[in-house]
């Protein structure tokens, strides 16, 4: 194998990375370079897209300059990134109108639902797949149009353009010459119909923007464009492998035949289900995805976007001090032989799939005189797994697709009791991937196929990265009992 490598870069909700993977795709080396949070209102969240393409640069540059790769060691540039994240910048100056509104961002709640009542909930549902909430993109570029003095007159005339950060890198990578976005950023928009696999009119319409502001959607596995050598390092590489960082994961995974299922556990999760090759209905509280596309075919996901998974432990560690370590947290929930009736629901910042309840907020019921901080340690380890259950049930039983196995990434994973007690809830296999940065290999999976260094998915599919296979232990009656008494604790957290 020659010593060539696919730069990957994974721009996330809290920092970018420059990653380098050679051509048997192994992690060679990272650089991360973290960018502000800013939250000028309550319930806004924004980036600086300036710092986040300069911190792109500055990644590139030092993974490159670190490893002593010449130019002819880099096949080229594969981008993944945190979706739903949104933003305007004017085609003239090349810079953005307003800081780029983050997918945590509440800012477009009161269109959002002005829309509902007004009876528009069927109608996006079946044009895009989702349901109306702020968490997509479209609401709020229309708050920053409304919002921001003078855009309305400039979109007129054609001189801005928006897109995903994935659009707003690839821009500036080639120094203004491509406005592109793939096929998985382009569906969490909500402007986008899925069906048609096309910007839809009426609902361009409906948010207030301008066809022309839009950028082109292509596949995955395509050469987007070129890096400007004025912009990188006197570099013209081929960037492709354009993909939105959960969809990353999915291909990462070699989640590629119908029943296939991922769940990435984050600071929340995204759990995805292949569907095939046509987008199903999705059962209540999901959503229907484009998965990723490649080879001009489209596979379909059922998804459920779980807002606190990963972030529930930083909250036992951080806030409330229960543990000073997240090394602690098996042994402390192992050491007592059951939660004790303990329920902790973590709706910190509402319930996301399938309640969709911004109205929730968290909290620890059930607790005896005896209950101990290792109790509360464990029911927040086992909120984790009933919250993906609570999703991947109406995957397989109203979505006519049965799950066959769960993938699983991110670090709680590496908790063997969480992934073991995962395995007894959803009644299937949990199986554990060895690497790390899987969204970022899949992104690296599919600009490969896009610069011939695998020749098509099986090739991809024989690179094994499994390093654990988990499978149900507990009795089917104890986990019902169990997770009868998860949904009563979600019904006190949600009573208004």
């Known amino acids: 194998m020659d010593k060539r490598y696919i730069l990957s870069i994974d721009q996330s909700t809290s920092a970018t990375k420059a990653i380098l993977f050679s051509h048997d795709g192994k992690l060679v080396d990272r650089v991360t370079i973290a960018h502000k949070q800013f939250y000028p209102f309550p319930g806004f969240v924004e980036h600086d897209p300036v710092e986040i393409f300069d911190n792109t640069l500055k990644s590139m540059g030092k993974v490159i300059s670190k490893n002593k790769i010449d130019h002819s060691g880099l096949t080229g540039i594969a981008i993944t990134n945190q979706r739903e994240t949104a933003m305007i910048w004017d085609k003239k100056t090349g810079l953005p109108v307003a800081n ?44 920053i149009m409304d919002n921001t003095p003078g855009l309305k007159a400039k979109a007129s005339k054609s001189e801005l353009l928006l897109g995903t950060m994935d659009s707003w890198l690839l821009w500036k990578l080639t120094n203004g010459k491509i406005h592109a976005t793939d096929y998985t950023n382009a569906c969490r928009t909500m402007l986008f119909n899925i069906h048609k696999l096309e910007w839809d009119k009426e609902l361009i ?93 489209i596979d379909y996901v059922f ?33 007592v032989k059951n939660n004790n009736g303990v329920y902790l629901i973590p709706a910190f910042v509402g319930l996301g799939a399938p309640y969709w309840d911004n109205q929730a907020r968290a909290s620890i019921s059930g607790m005896p005189r005896n209950t101990t901080k290792a109790h509360i340690v464990r029911a927040a380890l086992e909120s984790i797994a009933y919250q993906v259950k609570d999703v991947v049930d109406p995957m397989s039983e109203k979505g006519k697709v049965r799950l066959k196995y769960l993938n699983v990434d991110g670090g709680p994973t590496r908790n063997n009791f969480l992934m073991q007690f995962q395995a007894d809830t959803i009644r299937g296999e949990i199986v554990r991937s060895n690497i790390e940065e899987i969204s970022a290999l899949g992104a690296t999976f599919l600009a490969g196929l896009a610069f011939n260094v695998w020749k098509d998915k099986a090739e991809i599919g024989s690179l094994n990265y499994v390093e654990k296979t988990f499978t149900p232990q507990k009795h089917q009656s104890e986990i019902d009992e169990l997770y009868k008494g998860w949904k009563k604790a979600v019904e006190r957290t949600r009573l208004k």
């Not at 972030?311 to 402390?332: F, H, Q, R, V």
Request: contains cysteine.
């Open 100 to 143: 780029a509104a983050v997918w945590q961002c509440l800012r477009g709640g009161d269109y959002c639902n002005k829309l509902k009542s007004e009876g528009f909930s069927e109608q996006i549902a079946q044009k895009t797949g989702l349901i109306i909430d702020p968490y997509f993109s479209a609401s709020k570029l229309k708050w």
């Open 205 to 297: 319409d409906l948010f207030g923007l301008e066809e022309t502001m839009f950028p082109e959607v292509k596949f995955s596995d395509e050469i987007f464009g070129f890096t400007d050598p004025s912009v990188a390092f006197g570099l013209e590489l081929p960037i492709a492998g354009l993909t939105g960082d959960s969809h990353g994961a999915l291909f990462g995974q070699n989640c590629f035949e119908p029943g296939s299922g991922k769940a990435t556990y984050g600071t929340g999760s995204s759990v995805m289900m292949n569907v095939g090759k046509k987008p199903l209905a999705p059962p209540e509280g999901l959503v229907t995805s484009i998965g990723f596309a490649c080879n001009k075919q």
């Open 303 to 335: 998804e459920g976007n779980i807002h606190c998974t990963g972030d529930t432990l930083n909250w036992l560690k951080n806030e409330i001090g229960l543990i000073a370590d997240n090394s602690e947290i098996e042994p402390l929930a192992t050491s």
